[in-house]
């Protein structure tokens, strides 16, 4: 597919009263809203609930930028989002991911040594909750070793918000980077 189903809503001209947010989310981000909040935007009501989630995870979240950028990253890759890996790459890098920690979080297999103990908690939860849809007590244990229960339980929020966001990208047809 070379498009996406949907039109992507005009910048300039976003619908029902979400010319404010627009505006929030250009001067956030240093640049118009991207194809992504576009495509959304189709939808206002439910793109203020995705945009009000997405914000308080990547704003207001507890969780280290590493870890949480790592587990969007492996997230993605789970559920075969070109863009929102593409999107989540550069806040990795300034995250303090590097080359080989990029390349790593989207093998298949994961390395245990590529990622500090926490990390591999995070990612492999992500695994879990992609494979099973939950998690098992071994699974639980292992995140509560590294994570206090309101992190574990931000982890399983981010893990579901980016399942959803993926298969919302994916399902309305949006792989690349569209100006």
Not at 51 to 69: D, N, Q, Y
Request: aromatic share 6%; with cysteine; charged share 25%.
């Amino acid at each position: 597919m070379t498009g996406t189903r949907m039109t992507l809503v005009d910048a300039d001209r976003p619908p029902d009263g979400l010319k404010p947010v627009f505006d929030r989310v250009a001067a956030h981000y240093g640049r118009p809203p991207g194809a992504a909040h576009r495509l959304l935007a189709n939808h206002p009501a439910l793109y203020r609930q995705w945009l009000g989630t997405g914000s308080e995870l990547l704003v207001s979240g507890k969780l280290p930028a590493r870890t949480r950028e790592l587990v969007i990253l492996r997230t993605a890759g789970n559920c075969k989002c070109a863009y929102e890996r593409r999107s989540h790459e550069a806040a990795a890098r300034d995250a303090g991911v590097d080359d080989a920690q990029l390349a790593a979080v989207q093998s298949p297999v994961l390395d245990a040594s590529a990622f500090d103990p926490g990390e591999l908690a995070a990612l492999r939860c992500a695994d879990r909750l992609w494979a099973d849809a939950t998690l098992d007590g071994a699974a639980w244990a292992e995140l509560r070793r590294h994570f206090e229960p309101p992190l574990a339980e931000e982890l399983l929020f981010l893990v579901g918000h980016y399942v959803a966001t993926a298969f919302l990208l994916n399902g309305l047809g949006l792989q690349e980077h569209l100006a």
